[in-house]
């Protein structure tokens, strides 16, 4: 999902809306939702960066920054992320919807959100996507009212 070309890659240039802040991209608007409220500038870097790539390198560099509760969080803000972006944009919908019936699979390294380097990774931002699909498809769906900006439940 790292194909800029297409729409349901993270780094594909639909805009997506966090906290009241719009992202040029689900892969900034990913990265940017590690930090908490006392890292807003890292969080402004990420949106101003001119690609997906540049903004996970700030986050990259910035590791050290990233609020406490990531790990615990980052499936559910990373699906929500997900769902603003094909509630969005038709073009992500029908994207989505031709994947029906079909695994979406993330091809990197990363153990985590992608394969990983053996093919056994935990596939998390497949899944997620997945979820979408079925929750955008078999449910009704509606936006969620605009969380505040780094609330501490997050």
Same mark, same amino acid.
């Given at each position: 999902? @790292?194909?800029?070309?297409?729409?349901?890659?993270?780094?594909?240039?639909? &805009?997506?809306?966090?906290?009241?802040?719009?992202? +040029?991209?689900?892969?900034?608007?990913?990265?940017?939702?590690? +930090?908490?409220?006392?890292?807003?500038?890292? *969080?402004?870097?990420?949106? %101003?960066?001119?690609?997906?790539?540049?903004?996970?390198?700030?986050?990259?560099?910035?590791?050290?920054?990233?609020? @406490?509760?990531? %790990?615990?969080? @980052?499936?559910?803000? *990373?699906?929500?992320?997900?769902?603003?972006? *094909?509630?969005?944009?038709?073009? *992500? @919908?029908?994207?989505?919807?031709?994947?029906?019936?079909?695994?979406?699979?993330?091809?990197?390294?990363? &153990?985590?959100?992608?394969?990983?380097?053996?093919?056994?990774?935990?596939?998390?931002?497949?899944?997620?996507?997945?979820?979408?699909?079925?929750?955008?498809?078999?449910?009704? #769906?509606?936006?969620?009212?605009?969380?505040?900006?780094?609330?501490?439940? #997050?």
């Amino acid at each position: 999902m @790292r194909d800029a070309t297409n729409p349901i890659s993270h780094w594909a240039a639909y &805009p997506v809306r966090r906290h009241g802040i719009e992202f +040029f991209t689900s892969e900034a608007a990913c990265q940017a939702e590690a +930090f908490g409220k006392d890292a807003a500038n890292i *969080v402004e870097e990420i949106r %101003q960066a001119p690609s997906p790539r540049i903004a996970m390198e700030i986050a990259l560099r910035n590791r050290k920054k990233i609020k @406490r509760n990531w %790990q615990r969080v @980052r499936r559910r803000l *990373v699906t929500r992320i997900c769902m603003d972006k *094909v509630t969005r944009h038709p073009e *992500v @919908r029908q994207a989505l919807w031709e994947t029906w019936g079909y695994p979406i699979k993330l091809d990197t390294k990363d &153990p985590y959100w992608g394969l990983g380097t053996n093919g056994n990774g935990g596939n998390v931002a497949g899944a997620i996507m997945e979820q979408c699909r079925e929750r955008l498809f078999r449910e009704p #769906y509606t936006l969620p009212q605009e969380e505040k900006m780094f609330a501490d439940e #997050y």
